[in-house]
């Protein structure tokens, strides 16, 4: 190297204090500056975060006055934003390799090789990554062509983004099937002539040396980039840019998408725990809970009192869409049996003062009543505190919110996820006992956030992996599935 030349390793962070020439930039790394070639990096997606362990740390944050005036140069900023633009389309480009790769070196090998592999199991493994690669050939297409070759920085993709915004939940199915697919490899990864079919489809497919699990986390990888790679395009885009409105859309409309996913896959974990709840109650009735609900709101005992002013105690469970009424066992306090439901769609909720009900006749104490829009149908309620009665009044109104934003936001669960969820419980159950496992306790009470505030968003201080993470973010569990494998003394 020459003196002027910048040293550094595979993994290195170099801080750019000059980008205005195309193919040699001034950089600093291990506090050294010097001249580096543009082409043996690749631009970090978010010059925001800091790199734990990193030589170098970003220009933004420590960055010189004379480093800042350079790059805040017209030239530097836009040499920048071709360099973003350049980073999305070859990145574009090598994803559809990567899907191209997998769809006829593995997926079109394993349907010649019926011996070895059912029809279940590739849809298990693979999923709907063929329909994805349709989809992204699709929108490639259309990169293609609002790409300027010749100045990239004059590139207008924003529009390319929206116009595909809503095929791009098609990755919902994916990342939702991904741990199954997973699971389903390394099952038969366990056995030596799957190890060697898979290694000979990569050598046929001339393939890089990844495993077989590697490429088929690329797409779970890939939609959570998106958002990344807009936000650090709108970053180097000027507002007079005639592409800045359509980015800065983009990138709310790809964050909009993330969000979505991650609705989607907290909803499917949650089906799971609701048929498994639903099996186990004694003398179940009517359409199973997943027809129409997805989500707890909210449980606990109530006192139902009824047309002729009988008091019944009852544990009831808020889901989505309707109210669950439950008796407990007299003596195994664990065991619940069905009651009935509520259609909540169908109620309004109101509101009582302490005092005397007409149409019940005793003096009620922290009651309040679910009435029927169009019938005469009726529930009186009372609880035994009055901030029992608050929170469940407060767990009403999640309830319609929730639902609301459910609608927004275009949430259904498939009835092919409904119906394994519920084949998945009664598997579960077959040879246990009849009864719940444990009464759950009603969940400490979590006002539900409106729906622009349950966006996930791209906080500047978190490393690029902890964000738009597709898993439930983890948070304190809820006592009402605490105790749901706990408490059941009696179980053999």
Not at 106 to 128: E, P
Not at 179 to 205: N, S
Not at 237 to 266: F, G, Q, W
Not at 363 to 386: M, Y
Request: proline share 4%.
């Amino acid at each position: 190297m020459d003196e002027q030349e910048l040293g550094f390793k595979a993994g290195d962070v170099i801080q750019v204090l000059e980008a205005s020439h195309k193919d040699w930039w001034w950089g600093r790394s291990a506090d050294r500056e010097a001249w580096f070639p543009a082409s043996f990096v690749r631009l970090r997606v978010n010059q925001e975060e800091l790199s734990e362990g990193s030589s170098g740390s970003p220009g933004e944050e420590q960055e010189e006055d004379t480093g800042r005036a350079r790059h805040k140069h017209p030239e530097s900023k836009q040499q920048m934003r071709a360099n973003v633009v350049q980073e999305i389309m070859d990145t574009e480009r090598v994803y559809i390799k990567h899907l191209r790769d997998i769809c006829e070196g593995y997926i079109r090998q394993c349907r010649k090789h019926t011996a070895m592999f059912s029809v279940a199991q590739l849809a298990t493994i693979f999923g709907n990554i063929e329909d994805i690669y349709r989809f992204q050939r699709k929108f490639l297409k259309d990169l293609e062509k609002q790409y300027n070759k010749e100045e990239p920085h004059l590139s207008e993709i924003g529009s390319c983004f929206l116009q595909h915004q809503e095929g791009f939940a098609i990755y919902s199915e994916y990342c939702n099937n991904h741990p199954g697919a997973c699971a389903e490899l390394a099952g038969l990864m366990q056995q030596r002539r799957y190890r060697h079919f898979f290694e000979a489809c990569r050598l046929l497919q001339q393939m890089i040396d990844i495993a077989l699990d590697g490429f088929l986390l690329t797409p779970v990888q890939k939609i959570c980039k998106y958002p990344l790679q807009l936000a650090e395009l709108l970053k180097y885009t000027a507002p007079e840019h005639s592409d800045y409105d359509n980015i800065k859309a983009a990138y709310e409309a790809m964050k909009n998408v993330a969000c979505l996913i991650n609705e989607r896959k907290r909803k499917l974990e949650s089906i799971d725990k609701i048929a498994r709840w639903q099996v186990s109650i004694v003398g179940w009735e009517g359409q199973d809970l997943l027809e129409r609900s997805s989500e707890l709101i909210h449980s606990g005992e109530l006192t139902s009192v009824t047309r002729q002013g009988k008091s019944q105690q009852r544990t009831f469970f808020l889901f989505d869409h309707q109210l669950v009424f439950c008796k407990k066992d007299l003596l195994r306090r664990d065991v619940l049996y069905y009651r009935g439901r509520a259609d909540t769609d169908a109620m309004e909720l109101v509101d009582l003062e302490d005092g005397r009900d007409g149409a019940r006749g005793p003096g009620l104490r922290n009651a309040f009543r679910l009435a029927s829009r169009t019938g005469d149908e009726v529930h009186l309620f009372c609880a035994r505190k009055p901030e029992d009665k608050a929170r469940w009044l407060q767990a009403f109104r999640d309830e319609r919110r929730r639902v609301q934003e459910d609608r927004a936001l275009g949430m259904e669960i498939s009835e092919n996820q409904k119906k394994l969820a519920m084949l998945n419980a009664q598997k579960a159950a077959h040879g246990k006992s009849k009864g719940y496992g444990g009464c759950p306790a009603a969940p400490p009470l979590q006002s539900l956030r409106p729906i622009h505030q349950r966006h996930i968003t791209v906080p500047s201080s978190l490393p690029q992996q902890q964000v738009f993470a597709l898993a439930e973010p983890k948070r304190k569990p809820s006592l009402f599935w605490h105790t749901f494998n706990k408490l059941a003394p009696f179980r053999k």
